[in-house]
């Protein structure tokens, strides 16, 4: 616990580029669920985002978005329940296994990925305002490599 009249100095933050990354992510992601809140998705938080945004639009076995998220199973199953109850998505048995269940956004889910859309690229916008066209071209270029390079 730090306090004002501790004489100790306080840690400076981490100096690396896994820093920078983590902070950026941050940013963007407070813009981009505040975006959904304020198109009037409520239910929209960061951890749900985090498991809508491993969802494909043509859904995805439930036992496959464990994988896909590093959640474990449990919270999984609360995160898709609880999406369920707000009727954006919804579960179907999977043809080829009686067992397993392939979750899928609603209607109502699917129009909230077309405004998740249009709010992930006014945060694009936004953040683009900052740099010359070549240099956010090139910011995003780098990006891409660095999340592609499996050993960069």
Known sequence: MRNKGNSQK???LPDHIGWDLWRARDRWKQRFVSGMQDKGHLWFTEARSNLLGQLPRRGLKQSDLVNRTGLTKQAVQQFVD???EEGILERERDPSDARARIVRLTDKGRRA???ADAVKQ???RDFAQHFTKDEFSR???L???IAEDPNP
């Open 143 to 145: 990006l891409k490599r």
């Open 82 to 84: 609880a999406l369920v």
């Open 139 to 141: 910011l995003r270029s």
């Open 10 to 12: 306080e840690d400076p």
């Open 113 to 115: 990925m077309r405004d």
């Open 122 to 124: 006014s945060v694009e």
